[in-house]
């Protein structure tokens, strides 16, 4: 079975400020991590993903993710936030060996404040 | 380049009532997905396609059905709407590559169950 936690449900920051939104999962095998954003009244939109090699993964809009097989961690970062950011982020993990189909979080509210 | 195009955006059925939700692509996608999105549960999978011709249960399939019409198309059908579905719909289409399965997704249609 494949599980994925984001143990935040909002994430305060000021702009300027690094951010980090909080991801950890659960596979039996080797996992293939991504996150989603969603701005509002908006669709998910694909962010990054890690699949093998490098343990730090960049994406679209300056965010990056470090993939931490110790802690089954994958965190989402970025150095300096923007107010624009401000959306609700998604983790979503798929088991190498399992099911094709992703298995999504719950869901981070990101809030950045001016 | 649409992506994955949904209709309708917007939709208010009574109790008992039946409609289907269209959702369309071109990209090409082999797997296509239903999701709801309830605030605090996350994205819940409905349905799947894996391929044309093809569908399977989710997560949460009860009182829903669907038809993959074709590769392009993937419809979602509530027979006799119940006020539980209310919620924001989603499709999306995936995209296998180097071992990932991206979801490119639809920017939702919006239902209440009165």
């Known amino acids: 079975a494949q599980s994925v936690a984001q143990p935040e449900d909002q994430v305060n920051v000021a702009e300027g400020n690094p951010l980090t939104v909080k991801c950890t999962y659960s596979?039996?095998?080797?996992?293939?991590l991504f996150w989603y954003v969603q701005y509002p009244n908006r669709g998910l939109q694909f962010l990054l993903k890690?699949?093998?090699?490098?343990?730090l993964v960049k994406g679209s809009y300056g965010f990056e993710a470090e993939f931490n097989k110790s802690q089954t961690s994958f965190h989402l970062k970025k150095p300096s936030a923007l107010v624009s950011d401000s959306a609700l982020y998604f983790c979503?993990?798929?088991?190498?060996?399992?099911?094709?189909?992703?298995?999504f979080g719950r869901g981070t509210s990101l809030i950045v404040h001016p | 380049n649409a992506g994955v195009t949904q209709t309708p955006k917007f939709q208010v059925l009574k109790t008992g009532q039946s409609m289907t939700l269209q959702c369309a692509q071109d990209?090409?996608?082999?797997?296509m997905y239903w999701y709801r999105q309830d605030p605090g549960m996350g994205l819940r999978l409905i349905y799947y396609s894996a391929s044309e011709g093809t569908t399977d249960k989710g997560e949460v399939p009860n009182g829903y059905n669907v038809s993959r019409l074709n590769k392009r198309e993937f419809s979602l059908r509530l027979e006799s709407a119940a006020p539980s579905q209310t919620s924001v719909y989603f499709c999306?289409?995936?995209?296998?590559?180097?071992?990932?399965?991206?979801?490119?997704f639809g920017a939702g249609s919006r239902l209440t169950v009165l």
């Open positions: 979503a993990v798929r088991d190498s060996g399992g099911s094709y189909i992703p298995t």
């Open positions: 890690y699949i093998t090699g490098d343990n």
């Open positions: 990209m090409n996608h082999n797997s």
């Open positions: 999306a289409g995936g995209q296998e590559a180097s071992g990932a399965n991206v979801l490119t």
């Open positions: 596979v039996s095998g080797n996992p293939y």
